[in-house]
């Protein structure tokens, strides 16, 4: 197989047969993920893999009571119905056999202490924050991590909008280290049906080639 291949296999998949996934598959799956780049090699990463089919579900139920609280402090009655609709987009995963969660350590962003001491620009120094390397470290495993699976001929979907009920997700499943927060989670599992995906921007949108 010509290996760019693998970039047409992966697609966001949000139902799943009702199968497990041997041990020797998920493993390969994490090792893929671990094997990423990292800025000065810090792998500010850690994974919780949830192979427990109730827990799964109680974190679903985690984050529709935290989408409960905050629609009911939402006045505007318009904004109210979109948050609650988006819900279904942080729970789909409820019924997939495996849930990976990952979290993000801290990481220091090269020059900034000397950005700060020189006194640059404030937007300067927004800018070097907001290309978030230590965020961008842990994109690079969770692509390797989808792809992995993607391979192994299973469905993943990289989430992050149910992250507003971060803290008690953190509690339910025990993970606390400091400096460390959970950044995305993905279910793992069989396709219920063949995945596809929406359509991408054409090159010529998103490439300025310089030459
Ligand atoms: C950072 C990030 C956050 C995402 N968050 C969610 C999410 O919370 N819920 C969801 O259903 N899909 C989520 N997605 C999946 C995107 O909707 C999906 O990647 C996009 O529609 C393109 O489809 P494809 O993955 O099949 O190519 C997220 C993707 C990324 C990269």
Known sequence: MNNLEIFEKRHSVRK?????????????????????????????WHFVVIENKEKIKQIAAIIAKKNELLASKIA?????????????????????????????????????????EADLPAEEILKAKKAAPGIQNIGAAVEN???????????????????YAATEIENFVGFNEDGYQLAMMTPLGVPAKEPTSPPKKDLAEVVTWLK
């Open 145 to 163: 991590m989808l792809l992995a699976a993607a391979e192994l001929g299973y469905g993943t979907c990289w989430m992050t909008s149910q992250n």
């Open 76 to 116: 505007d009655q318009e904004k109210k119905e979109h948050f609650t609709r988006y819900l279904r987009f942080g729970t789909h995963f409820k019924d997939a056999p495996v849930l990976i969660l990952v979290f993000v350590g801290d990481y220091p962003i090269t020059g900034l202490e000397v950005m700060e």
């Open 16 to 44: 799943f047969k009702d199968e497990q996934i041997p041990e020797q598959d998920l493993k390969k799956i994490m090792e893929a993920a671990i094997k990423a780049p990292s800025g000065k090699n810090i792998q500010n």
